[in-house]
């Protein structure tokens, strides 16, 4: 309560405990400066809610697991919205 999403991420990211969990921001927020701020604060992935389809999510969850077990770069974990 009484944050966003984008603060949310950020807490958890300055927080060592849980830090390494996966996050993935589900917005309605869809303009290039939104997604570069859930980079910036280290969102795992961004999907925008209008966009929404299952297939996204899951292979951005797949990711986020073959990440965890070491067999992602990260750089290309945060994937552009779809236009």
Do not use: W
């Not at 999403?5 to 400066?33: Q, W």
Request: charged share 25%; aromatic share 6%.
């Amino acid at each position: 309560p009484g944050m966003d999403g984008f603060e949310f991420v950020a807490r958890i990211r300055g927080d060592a405990a849980l830090r390494h969990i996966p996050a993935v921001l589900v917005t309605s927020r869809n303009a290039p400066e939104d997604l570069a701020r859930g980079k910036a604060v280290g969102a795992d992935g961004y999907i925008v809610k209008g966009e929404f389809a299952q297939n996204e999510f899951l292979a951005q969850v797949a990711q986020l697991m073959a990440r965890s077990a070491g067999t992602v770069d990260d750089d290309a974990a945060v994937e552009e919205p779809a236009a």
